[in-house]
């Protein structure tokens, strides 16, 4: 049973930076893809930012050239680091890990390709 724990979150000024980190525990396969979502109150989850085993990385349209996402697979870490960080980051902040079975690649993966899920981390970004 794949476990997965975030932390790093925060409160930040428009335009400071966050590194989200999550750690992952009792996983049984060595393909994979991991994921950040996010989710602001009233609104549905969003995908932030993939990553697959291949190091295939995927990023939502509002995050690009300023999060990055990465992973230290020896270290059984993923993390994200957020930069130039804006009011409309903020919301509960979510790792994912791919559903047992499914060959999931970073570029293609949406929310259903997900099976496992940490507890959140909130991210508030005041302006």
């Known amino acids: 049973q794949v476990q997965l724990q975030e932390s790093g979150g925060g409160s930040v000024q428009s335009g400071g930076s966050l590194r989200l980190t999550c750690v992952v525990s009792?996983?049984?396969?060595?393909?994979?893809?991991m994921a950040w979502f996010r989710q602001a109150p009233g609104k549905e989850r969003e995908g932030v930012a993939f990553?697959?085993?291949?190091?295939?990385?995927n990023y939502g349209d509002s995050v690009k050239a300023r999060f990055t996402v990465s992973e230290d697979i020896a270290k059984n870490t993923m993390y994200l680091e957020m930069t130039d960080l804006k009011p409309e980051d903020t919301g509960m902040y979510y790792c994912?890990?791919?559903?047992?079975?499914?060959?999931?690649?970073?570029?293609?993966?949406?929310?259903?390709?997900?099976?496992?899920w940490g507890q959140g981390t909130q991210v508030t970004v005041s302006s």
């Open positions: 994912a890990y791919s559903k047992d079975g499914r060959i999931v690649v970073a570029p293609a993966a949406t929310l259903g390709d997900f099976g496992y």
């Open positions: 009792g996983r049984s396969t060595r393909y994979h893809c």
């Open positions: 990553i697959d085993t291949e190091g295939r990385r």
